[in-house]
């Protein structure tokens, strides 16, 4: 087992590697802090047998009982933990379904917080102030300098790999319609977590019926010669099975619909002219980038959805409007009250990246004080009644599984993975890490 200071989990490699990988290479070559970036969702077991880590840096917590935190609590008991939190943008819906719910999560764990907004709603639901560490979101960051320069221009990489044309409209559409493709037992999990059983199905219903209007807008818009139309299938969502129930929505599919789920949504963005999305959070990047962005619309969000910067971004609520965007002569600035809402929410203090680096180092050399989670581990070793119930709900939901896989009973997409993209390598991170290194001109 080798000892490192810092283990840093990353869920969805799209989402989180470019951040990790900079944070390791400002970490390892400017203050000497080794560090293991591995994937929470691939290879747990052999994470847990060869590692023996001073703190852990997870890409959540709500609960030490949920996700399979409680096997790192128990292999790891003298850790300390800090939660990076890659959803803090939150509509009304999901504040009560992330948030943090049993003592581990509200008084072991240290919470890395992209502005005052999320401080606030920690200590609403009962984190001690002394556990939350204000910084910035480093996703943002991501499109300031020095940061930016590890993406270069890509436009005409990303035309060749993917048959672009870079003299087209670039119009590219990250999609957040992962609800649509819940079936009954995802549901049931939400609202065991904390989700309105009224507001659950009503979501799902939304999702379905917005998918639907936006996968015939996609359809026709391919009609216009002067745009490449580019959808991205979120992390979690299968991209085959995106594409499938697109296409079953449409009628078909024509072959100048691009759906890509290769790279991050970084690149695309930068390499794009126009950026278009129904709530996703990416809108918000679009706009520290300084991308036209619009609000994709054709059903009226339901109350319980709303997050106050919805009002700040330009709506798409009709086919109609859809293809004036598209169409539109000259690209419109309709960033510009997205950006200063999220920078001055999110990027206030300065560097989120480097930021989250001096945190983490603060955290591995004591200089933070985070509780050890040695209490947490010991009731983790003794047998309770809601742990065998969990136990065993997971041990009956797997047979019943593989019963139906096996009879043929239920359909493919049962067995979807959400993670098909997130499996890492040390050789990739290796590679990002040492670019990193020649971007930031650290040594």
Request: proline share 5%; net charge negative.
């Amino acid at each position: 087992m080798k000892s490192v200071d810092l283990l840093y989990f990353v869920e969805h490699v799209a989402r989180e590697l470019d951040i990790a990988c900079a944070v390791k290479a400002i970490l390892e070559v400017k203050k000497g802090v080794s560090v293991k970036i591995a994937s929470i969702t691939h290879g747990i077991e052999e994470t847990l047998e060869a590692y023996q880590p001073g703190v852990v840096a997870l890409p959540y917590c709500v609960a030490v009982n949920e996700a399979g935190l409680d096997k790192f609590v128990a292999r790891w008991p003298q850790a300390r933990y800090i939660n990076l939190a890659y959803e803090q943008v939150l509509g009304r819906a999901q504040k009560n379904l992330n948030s943090p719910k049993d003592v581990f999560a509200r008084e072991y764990v240290m919470h890395h917080a992209w502005g005052d907004f999320f401080a606030g709603y920690l200590q609403a639901h009962g984190v001690p102030e002394a556990h939350i560490v204000v910084n910035g979101n480093p996703s943002y960051a991501l499109y300031r300098e020095p940061y930016m320069g590890y993406y270069g221009n890509q436009r005409h990489q990303l035309a060749r790999q993917f048959d672009l044309d870079p003299e087209k409209r670039w119009v590219f559409v990250p999609e957040n319609y992962g609800w649509a493709f819940f079936q009954d037992h995802m549901v049931r999990a939400r609202i065991r977590r904390g989700f309105n059983p009224e507001h659950a199905y009503q979501y799902r219903d939304f999702a379905r019926q917005s998918l639907h209007a936006a996968a015939q807008w996609w359809r026709d818009a391919t009609q216009i010669d002067s745009v490449e139309l580019i959808i991205r299938p979120r992390p979690a969502i299968p991209a085959e099975s995106f594409v499938e129930m697109v296409s079953d929505m449409a009628g078909g599919l024509p072959e100048r619909l691009h759906f890509i789920k290769h790279g991050t949504v970084r690149e695309w963005i930068l390499a794009s002219d126009m950026v278009i999305s129904n709530f996703s959070t990416t809108l918000l990047e679009a706009a520290v980038a300084q991308k036209p962005v619009y609000m994709l619309m054709p059903y009226p969000f339901p109350d319980f959805l709303y997050a106050e910067w919805y009002d700040l971004a330009a709506k798409i609520e009709t086919s109609d409007a859809f293809t004036a965007a598209l169409t539109q002569q000259g690209l419109p600035e309709h960033w510009k009250d997205l950006e200063v809402w999220a920078v001055d929410t999110m990027l206030g203090r300065g560097d989120a990246i480097s930021g989250l680096a001096d945190c983490l180092a603060s955290l591995v050399s004591g200089e933070i004080a985070a509780p050890q989670a040695q209490e947490i581990a010991k009731d983790l070793e003794r047998l309770s009644l809601g742990r065998v119930i969990r136990q065993a709900r997971k041990f009956s939901w797997r047979l019943l599984k593989n019963f139906l896989s096996a009879t043929e009973i239920v359909p493919q997409q049962r067995n979807w993975t959400t993670h098909e993209s997130d499996l890492l390598t040390s050789q990739e991170v290796d590679q990002r890490v040492a670019r990193w290194v020649e971007v930031l001109g650290i040594s």
